[in-house]
């Protein structure tokens, strides 16, 4: 029995751990940060969901689409007809009125087209699906702004397509292939621009309504204080002042010089303005400069609208 007790007392003496054990060192591991490979690939996700979106609402409701390219082609048609009397080289050097106006055209319809993109980030705010966006896991919320900045442009170059197209069966003429560059990327950044600033009126405004009377207000008061129907030797001093200051003269007018040369530089003039000269470069610099003004003006809306 004594036997027995002994052996179960060193069985359990061997077979238990020790009580008190010796300290291990533990090391932490800190988070990695996320590489810049997978933000990016993560962001263009977003971007090609958010601009996806867009595309389907605009396949289950062409008439925007439709409505705007006969609109803009409408203008060209009406108003190249109403002025076809001109004599060749009124408003330019050896322009018909044809070529002078289909710079303007294509530069108030993407015009009108970024200002309106508000509007649907208006709707989805006021009917709830802004939030759902916002609640959403996103890498970077600036993605809602992006898709919405390549659907208007997207838009644009549609539109931009058939008024080069029917101004050139009415006999204006096509840019060269240097030119239809300039053309995009003057193009570019006037939507860009006005899209930052139109979202960010869809954030300052209380409702659609609101929204609307404002662009019903701005739209064509910018049109007409612009070049995009007459030169700025036609206008009195204080109206070329203000068309000369107009985003929309910079945007029309390297497209215009554009038009009606098959070769252009960076530094050529295209207007004369009462307080010098704008060149192609200093146009695009001009509008670059504008949408900096801009981004900084919305920053604060847009962090507190999709805070």
Same mark, same amino acid.
């Given at each position: 029995m004594l036997w027995l007790i002994c052996t179960d007392n060193d069985m359990t003496q061997t077979s238990l751990p020790p009580l008190i054990?010796?300290?291990?060192?533990?090391?932490?591991?800190?988070?990695?940060?996320?590489?810049?490979?997978?933000?990016?690939?993560?962001?263009?996700?977003?971007?090609?969901?958010?601009?996806?979106r867009l595309f389907i609402q605009l396949r289950r409701r062409p008439t925007t689409l439709i409505a705007g390219v006969l609109q803009p082609l409408m203008w060209l048609l009406l108003f190249g007809a109403l002025f076809s009397g001109l004599p060749k080289g009124l408003v330019g050097d050896g322009q018909t009125y044809v070529q002078f106006l289909?710079?303007?055209?294509?530069?108030?319809?993407?015009?009108?087209?970024?200002?309106?993109?508000?509007?649907?980030?208006?709707?989805?705010?006021?009917?709830g699906f802004l939030n759902r966006i916002l609640v959403a896991p996103l890498v970077?919320?600036?993605?809602?702004?992006?898709?919405?900045?390549?659907?208007?442009?997207?838009?644009?170059?549609?539109?931009?397509?058939?008024?080069?197209?029917?101004?050139?069966?009415?006999?204006?003429?096509?840019?060269?292939?240097?030119?239809?560059?300039?053309m995009a990327l003057i193009l570019m950044l006037l939507i860009v621009d006005f899209t930052m600033l139109s979202l960010g009126l869809a954030f300052a405004m209380p409702g659609h309504q609101e929204m609307l009377a404002f662009i019903f207000l701005v739209n064509l008061p910018l049109m007409f204080s612009s070049t995009a129907l007459a030169p700025?030797?036609?206008?009195?001093? +204080?109206?070329? +002042?203000?068309?000369?200051?107009?985003?929309?003269?910079w945007a029309i007018e390297p497209i215009r010089y554009v038009y009606s040369h098959s070769t252009w530089a960076w530094d050529s003039v295209v207007f004369t303005a009462? +307080?010098?000269?704008?060149?192609?470069?200093?146009?695009?610099?001009?509008l670059l400069g504008f949408g900096i003004f801009v981004s900084i003006f919305i920053r604060g809306t847009l962090r507190r609208g999709i805070a």
């Open positions: 054990q010796e300290p291990q060192s533990h090391q932490f591991s800190q988070p990695e940060s996320p590489q810049p490979s997978l933000w990016w690939a993560d962001f263009r996700q977003e971007v090609t969901a958010l601009t996806t289909a710079a303007g055209i294509i530069v108030f319809t993407a015009f009108s087209s970024a200002l309106n993109s508000g509007l649907p980030m208006l709707f989805d705010r006021e009917f970077s919320r600036f993605s809602i702004i992006a898709a919405s900045a390549i659907f208007i442009i997207a838009l644009s170059m549609v539109q931009t397509l058939a008024i080069v197209s029917v101004s050139g069966l009415m006999g204006a003429g096509l840019p060269s292939l240097s030119g239809l560059a300039v700025l030797a036609f206008m009195p001093t +204080w109206l070329q +002042w203000i068309a000369s200051l107009n985003p929309l003269s009462p +307080w010098g000269n704008m060149t192609i470069s200093n146009a695009a610099i001009a």
